[in-house]
């Protein structure tokens, strides 16, 4: 082996990111004779409210070889197709965010444009109509992806996972260790630094025993021990655009079969998460504490249970943004550690999981190139901000004008980034993906179209075909989308039998 490969990885912090990370890597590196150790305590706990996925997750459980039935069963999981949002655009709106895309894009062009036009006919179907998810979730209805069913939209069916972070980190810390990640007991009171250049040299546990290593990934949660405490790497605040900064969670009893999708409720400063698991529902009140104080929003939080409420409520503290450096010298800070985006699209874990691929893609030796580096970072905060766009646009998308807090969201000044594309698409429909980012086309037109954002036109080529032509597209795509019902089950029924055959 070179010398200056890579020989010790210390992870400061377990939870979900921490064993995320440290499964990964193991399987990512394949090799064993790169020491990979965890360092955490029992005494600190971890935040663990994040309990909603998206699609992305499957392939992160296919790379670790995870057999699904059993990942549903450890997990307490359940079957996610996207999210239901209510209150958003006005009060007593609903409208689903899915994760399957609409109808079929025709003449090279996307199949919302077809559905702009055809809206204008009065009696006309809503898009609903026209995804599968959007249909099979009003029904409490679940299927798998049948790919072999090429050219049906059952091929085309995406699918995410709601479970329990405390279990899943748990699974993961099992996959971690099955593949030699030795877990160190113990909580960190000191930081020691090489005096040439300031870099991570041991970590000094309360035992006193010292951790040295070659790479540091930092997944100690919101006070970044190593990115922050020692290295001081700074943080840009973006409060500003999501003024959200506290979050009250606490768990219930179930009130019936779980639904295959999480609830966003809107509140008068905030909103509310309704997640169902197999064996209970997960539930939390994210709000700012400029317009509500803790008591009420707990109180708001608690007059909407569907169940009785599971132990003490839990509350959070957070700033919203990013580190101006995810990766500072020999450091790597994953999950809370790296910055904070409120949990409205379920990204957390995501972002977990596209910074372990991002670093092994540009996996260092003990120069710690800072071309690779920089790299690493400008990526890292392109992701975040193409997140933080989407989730403004829930916000600055909305007619509420019934407290300050959503007068003050629907008048803020936003990124340039997402003015554009809001100016674009208010316009002429025109939607677009950059830079492979994380939400769709389809994502960008669930929330507009929900929040009763339609553009003035439509795209031009459109009008080369006929009403006629476009009534009966339009009708076989709506009559496929409701004959696929058809291979849908009951989500609770086929859950049990998947969690029962592991």
């Excluded at 009003?138 to 279990?167: N, T, V, W």
């Excluded at 009250?248 to 169902?276: F, L, N």
């Amino acid at each position: 082996m070179n010398d200056q490969n890579i020989k010790d990885i210390v992870i400061v912090g377990g939870g979900t990111a921490g064993w995320m990370a440290a499964s990964a890597i193991s399987i990512l590196l394949r090799n064993p004779s790169v020491k990979i150790r965890l360092i955490e305590s029992e005494q600190i706990g971890t935040v663990g409210v994040g309990e909603a996925t998206i699609p992305h997750i499957r392939y992160f459980n296919q790379l670790l070889g995870l057999n699904e039935n059993d990942f549903l069963k450890r997990t307490n999981a359940t079957f996610k197709v996207g999210i239901e949002f209510v209150n958003w655009g006005q009060i007593g709106d609903r409208y689903f965010h899915s994760f399957s895309p609409y109808g079929v894009n025709m003449e090279g062009v996307h199949f919302h444009h077809f559905w702009l036009r055809h809206a204008r006919k009065e009696g006309a179907p809503p898009a609903d109509d026209y995804n599968l998810h959007c249909l099979g979730s009003k029904l409490s209805k679940f299927a798998h992806p049948k790919p072999e069913m090429r050219g049906s939209p059952l091929s085309s069916i995406e699918y995410a996972f709601q479970f329990d972070a405390a279990l899943y980190a748990k699974y993961m810390r099992g996959v971690a260790e099955s593949r030699g990640v030795e877990r160190i007991e113990g909580k960190v009171v000191e930081v020691k630094q090489r005096p040439e250049d300031g870099f991570i040299d041991s970590v000094v546990l309360e035992s006193g025993q010292a951790v040295s290593g070659d790479l540091f990934i930092d997944c100690s949660g919101f006070r970044g021990l190593l990115i922050e405490q020692t290295l001081k790497t700074g943080y840009d605040d973006w409060s500003h655009y999501l003024p959200v900064n506290r979050a009250v969670a606490q768990g219930c009893e179930s009130d019936g079969p779980p639904i295959p999708y999480t609830r966003a409720t809107a509140h008068k400063a905030g909103w509310q998460w309704r997640i169902p698991l197999q064996n209970r529902i997960g539930n939390g009140h994210v709000y700012c504490s400029e317009y509500i104080s803790d008591d009420e929003a707990y109180a708001q939080l608690k007059s909407g249970l569907d169940g009785a409420p599971l132990k003490e409520p839990k509350f959070l503290r957070f700033t919203t943004g990013v580190r101006k450096k995810a990766w500072n010298k020999n450091v790597v800070s994953l999950g809370l550690a790296s910055g904070f985006l409120e949990p409205l699209e379920s990204t957390s874990i995501h972002l977990i999981q596209t910074a372990v691929a991002r670093l092994m893609t540009n996996f260092p030796d003990k120069n710690f190139n800072q071309y690779d580096i920089d790299f690493y970072n400008q990526k890292t905060l392109l992701e975040y901000e193409q997140v933080r766009d989407f989730l403004i646009l829930h916000y600055c998308a909305t007619q509420r004008t019934d407290s300050p807090f959503w007068n003050y969201v629907r008048t803020m000044e936003l990124p340039e980034s997402l003015r554009q594309r809001i100016d674009i698409y208010m316009e002429n429909g025109r939607l677009y993906r950059e830079n492979n980012e994380l939400f769709s086309e389809n994502s960008w037109f669930a929330v507009f179209e929900g929040q009763n954002l339609r553009p003035k036109r439509y795209h031009p080529v459109i009008d080369n075909m006929s009403d006629e032509m476009l009534d009966r597209r339009m009708s076989e795509i709506r009559r496929a989308m409701y004959k696929c019902l058809d291979a849908f089950e009951d989500h609770a029924t086929y859950l049990h039998r998947l969690v029962q055959s592991a």
